[in-house]
């Protein structure tokens, strides 16, 4: 079992940048590859960014646009989500993912909400 916890979310204005924590526990040598997702009320969950085990970035959905980067301490059991330049269509529940053993674990979310 693995257990996934996120923070940092929060109300930010345009323009500003926020840094997202996702924190696994239990068998957390077992983890693969890691991801952050958002959603929106109405629409589906979307990638933002893909990490794999050994920390190497692998995937960015289209709308990053090189504004977030996405790192990985396995000594820390953390991925963390940079997200500068946000936009009010950043707004949604970004939520941590872990895959390991061949199941994929969640975290509850965190609320990102930005601003005009």
């Known amino acids: 079992q693995v257990q996934l916890a996120e923070s940092g979310g929060g109300l930010v204005q345009a323009g500003e940048s926020l840094k997202l924590s996702c924190l696994a526990s239990?068998?957390?040598?077992?983890?693969?590859?890691m991801a952050w997702y958002r959603q929106t009320p109405g629409k589906e969950r979307e990638l933002v960014a893909r990490i794999t085990r050994g920390g190497v970035p692998r995937e960015f959905g289209d709308f990053v646009k090189g504004r977030f980067t996405i790192r990985r301490d396995n000594t820390k059991n953390t991925v963390d989500l940079q997200m500068n330049n946000l936009t009010p269509e950043d707004t949604a529940v970004y939520s941590c993912?872990?895959?390991?053993?061949?199941?994929?674990?969640w975290g509850q979310g965190t609320q990102v909400t930005v601003s005009t």
């Open positions: 239990g068998k957390t040598w077992t983890i693969g590859g």
């Open positions: 993912y872990a895959q390991a053993q061949g199941l994929d674990y």
